[in-house]
């Protein structure tokens, strides 16, 4: 089984340098602290994969928004992969979707 959800991007993940994972795809990830990388069409992007109140992925969010000119209102399908070693990776791609109603 492959662990992935969809996340409409908001503007509250523009503002933060961390991404809050959905409760919802927890039961399928690692319940410690580990590395992890996010690979998208321009490239990967390590970041720190954190646990607690709200399980995050972090250091390294907001270049990965940033590098690849991600907006509010865009729709991105990440898929957990390789979560068995010592770091946790997660391919990422951006949906095509209806952008009339971008926040920014």
């Not at 990830?29 to 690979?39: G, H, N, S, T, Y």
């Not at 270049?63 to 391919?91: M, P, Q, W, Y």
């Amino acid at each position: 089984m492959v662990a992935y959800f969809e996340k409409t991007l908001t503007k509250s993940y523009f503002e933060n340098n961390d991404f809050i994972l959905p409760s919802s795809i927890l039961e399928f990830l690692p319940d410690d602290d580990r590395e992890a990388v996010v690979i998208f069409e321009r490239g990967a992007y390590n970041m720190k994969y954190k646990v607690g109140a709200h399980t995050r992925l972090y250091q390294g969010w907001k270049e990965f928004i940033d590098a690849n000119g991600l907006r509010t209102g865009d729709v991105s399908c990440f898929k957990a992969c390789d979560t068995a070693s010592d770091r946790i990776a997660f391919l990422v791609e951006k949906k095509a979707g209806d952008h009339r109603n971008r926040l920014d």
